[in-house]
């Protein structure tokens, strides 16, 4: 097995589900410290983060990642036990984080000690910014590190996520933003009451609907060039006591927007407001805020050097995408530097029987190791 497999599999064999990392860092630490990296551990806190540098100088690009994986639902289903990282004999390695994204920081590690060897006197910086709380509440990882890094004034002007961007064939879509995340949590107030008074009651899901329906009904923004138009989506509505004659108190609601460039959190907090005011309703929100949206252009040194690296190693051209969900990138770019994600194929992520392909991660390995010869080598 190649170099990168066997730490792939170093890592996947360890059940770090978020937010914990149970030694999978102290692995990268080790394998990069002979490599000249400076290895600073930042711990914020239950969750485990590592900083890794080499170099002074610029350019200077950043590997960000994570070592956290989500559960993995009842063992039982998957074909092979979903900590094994077992191979099988098409050469797909099934396990939880193959995809999603243990595989892709060893890429990156054996790209960095393959660009070490061809080019010893570079005079760049390369890092490592690793947290194992992305999968979950992403409070005390990688947004904690990079106010850190902006409280000493350490800046970067490239990143690159080793999400899992690719749709059909590895490299054929890399991710040069996301849509931002606003969550909300609405009760809608009403008054209880007997189903056969109504006049004496306030029914809540009766009042709501309205307000409801002009909210999915809205026209958000129309998008632009780099995003769809923003989306509302309702997830949740639950009302009632579970009797059939009383109608209930209150009704409750979850939502959310995926939004574009074009609003911010601020306008459609406003939106949703003015519509809940323009009818009248007494209410109680709660907000979540998971981040804005980013872009990085597509002129930029970045994705030049990242599309090139895929056209030399893979024979096509990948094409730029700001679908799915959010990502750490949205903490990254608030810094000004180029962010993208460039990773496995995204199938079979969260999944029963997440899986990855090897020749895949020998092939994203040289595609990494291109992006650091583009970017870097002088």
Not at 187 to 203: D, E, F, R, V
Request: hydrophobic share 35%; glycine share 8%.
């Amino acid at each position: 097995m190649s170099e990168t497999i066997t730490l792939a599999q170093q890592l996947l064999q360890i059940d770090s589900v978020t937010p914990n990392d149970k030694g999978c860092q102290q692995i990268i630490a080790d394998y990069l410290t002979p490599l000249g990296f400076n290895i600073e551990n930042m711990k914020f806190g239950e969750v485990d983060n590592l900083w890794a540098r080499k170099g002074t100088e610029g350019p200077f690009i950043v590997f960000a990642g994570h070592t956290d994986v989500v559960p993995t639902g009842p063992e039982d289903q998957w074909t092979y036990p979903p900590f094994s990282a077992h191979i099988d004999d098409t050469g797909m390695m099934f396990g939880r984080g193959t995809a999603d994204m243990k595989s892709a920081i060893a890429c990156f590690m054996v790209a960095c000690k393959q660009f070490e060897a061809s080019h010893p006197n570079a005079k760049s910086s390369i890092a490592f910014l690793i947290t194992s709380d992305e999968e979950g509440p992403a409070h005390d990882g990688t947004v904690k590190v990079i106010e850190a890094l902006e409280a000493r004034n350490e800046k970067f002007e490239y990143c690159l996520v080793g999400e899992p961007s690719s749709s059909n064939k590895l490299g054929d879509s890399i991710k040069n933003g996301r849509r931002g995340s606003l969550s909300a949590r609405l009760t809608i107030i009403g008054k209880q009451g007997h189903i056969a008074y109504p006049q004496l009651a306030k029914n809540p899901i009766h009042l709501a609907m309205p307000a409801l329906t002009e909210m999915v009904d809205t026209t958000w923004d129309e998008g632009n060039e780099y995003f769809p138009p923003t989306s509302f989506q309702i997830s949740n509505i639950n009302a009632g006591t579970g009797a059939g004659n009383i109608i209930p108190a209150d009704c409750h609601i979850d939502f959310n927007f995926r939004f574009s460039t074009e609003n911010t959190k601020e306008t459609l907090t406003e939106g949703i407001i003015n519509i809940l005011k323009k009818h009248g309703l007494t209410y109680k929100i709660e907000w979540q805020y998971s981040g804005g949206p980013f872009i990085t252009p597509a002129d930029g040194k970045l994705i030049s050097a990242v599309k090139s690296a895929v056209k030399t190693e893979l024979g096509y051209e990948p094409e730029l995408s700001t679908g799915g969900g959010t990502s750490d990138g949205r903490f990254i770019a608030t810094t000004g530097a180029q962010v993208i994600e460039l990773g496995p194929l995204n199938a079979t992520i969260h999944q029963i029987d997440e899986c990855v392909s090897t020749s895949d991660l020998n092939k994203l390995t040289q595609v990494y190791y291109q992006v650091l010869v583009n970017l870097l080598a002088k």
